[in-house]
Antibody, heavy 124, light 107 residues
C-alpha cells in the first residue's frame, strides 16, 4: 500500500525556517517524481517544487514564489522527501502536501497519491 | 507560465443531476491535464489523467474530455459523495498550475 505522511509543520515567525518531511512507503521511491503542493486557507492549490526521479538525477524545480528560499531534497535510504523552507513570509501560510507523480503510458503525468498535509503558519 | 481558468467557481446541484466543469489553458497543453476531487479538510484525490483517462477506482459516472486548450469534467447522475471541490492541473511544463477550483454544493 502506497503511503505518504507529512510532518514538520507548525507556527513560525516571519523570516524563520522550517523543514517539512514526507515519509513514503509502498513503492520504489527512487523511481518516481515527487512534488510539493500547498494550499493557503480558502485558496487554490499551488504547485511549488518538484524532485525528479533517479533516472533524471533527482533534479529539482521550483515555482517563482519559492525559488531561492525553499529547497527540496530526498533521503533515498529512508524514502523521505524533504522541503527546507527559509526566509518564510506570511504568504507562505498554507497546508503543505507532498504528492507522488505517476507517469502513465510514458509521458502522461498526474499526482496519484497525496499525503494528508501539514499546516504551516507564518506569523509573529 | 500557463494559466488555467476553471468555471464555474461554484455550482449548486441536486443528487441525480449531471454537471460539467470546464478548464481552459492559456496555451495548448496537448491533453496533459489531470482532474482532482478535494473534500473539505482532506487532500486531493486523482480522478482523471491525460484529459480522458479515469484513475484506478474512479466511478464510471465521471468522464473527462477535451484537447488543445479546452477541457471538461462531466459527472453523470451526481451522488452525495461527489460533493466537494474539483481542480484541474496541467502537466505541460513547470509550473504545473492548477485551476481556481469548482465547489460543488448540494441544492
Amino acid at each position: 500500500e502506497v503511503k505518504l505522511v507529512e510532518s514538520g509543520g507548525g507556527l513560525v515567525q516571519p523570516g524563520g525556517s522550517l523543514r517539512l518531511s514526507c515519509a513514503t512507503s509502498g513503492f520504489t521511491f527512487s523511481d518516481f517524481y515527487m512534488e510539493w503542493v500547498r494550499q493557503p486557507p480558502g485558496k487554490r492549490l499551488e504547485w511549488i517544487a518538484a524532485s525528479r526521479n533517479k533516472a533524471n538525477d533527482y533534479t529539482t524545480e521550483y515555482s517563482a514564489s519559492v525559488k531561492g528560499r525553499f529547497i527540496v531534497s530526498r533521503d533515498t535510504s529512508q524514502s523521505i522527501l524533504y522541503l527546507q523552507m527559509n526566509a518564510l513570509r506570511a504568504e507562505d501560510t498554507a497546508i503543505y502536501y507532498c504528492a507522488r507523480v505517476n507517469d502513465y503510458d510514458g509521458g502522461a503525468y498526474a499526482m496519484d497519491y497525496w499525503g494528508q498535509g501539514t499546516s504551516v503558519t507564518v506569523s509573529s | 507560465d500557463i494559466q488555467m481558468t476553471q468555471s464555474p467557481a461554484s455550482l449548486s446541484v441536486s443528487v441525480g443531476e449531471t454537471v460539467t466543469i470546464t478548464c481552459r489553458a492559456s496555451e495548448n497543453i496537448y491533453s496533459n491535464l489531470a482532474w482532482y476531487q478535494q473534500k473539505q479538510g482532506k487532500s486531493p484525490q486523482l480522478l482523471v489523467y491525460a484529459a480522458t483517462n479515469l484513475a484506478d477506482g474512479v466511478p464510471s459516472r465521471f468522464s473527462g474530455s477535451g484537447s488543445g486548450t479546452q477541457y471538461s469534467l462531466k459527472i453523470n447522475s451526481l451522488q452525495s459523495e461527489d460533493f466537494g471541490s474539483y481542480y484541474c492541473q496541467h502537466f505541460w511544463g513547470t509550473p504545473y498550475t492548477f485551476g481556481g477550483g469548482t465547489k460543488l454544493e448540494i441544492k
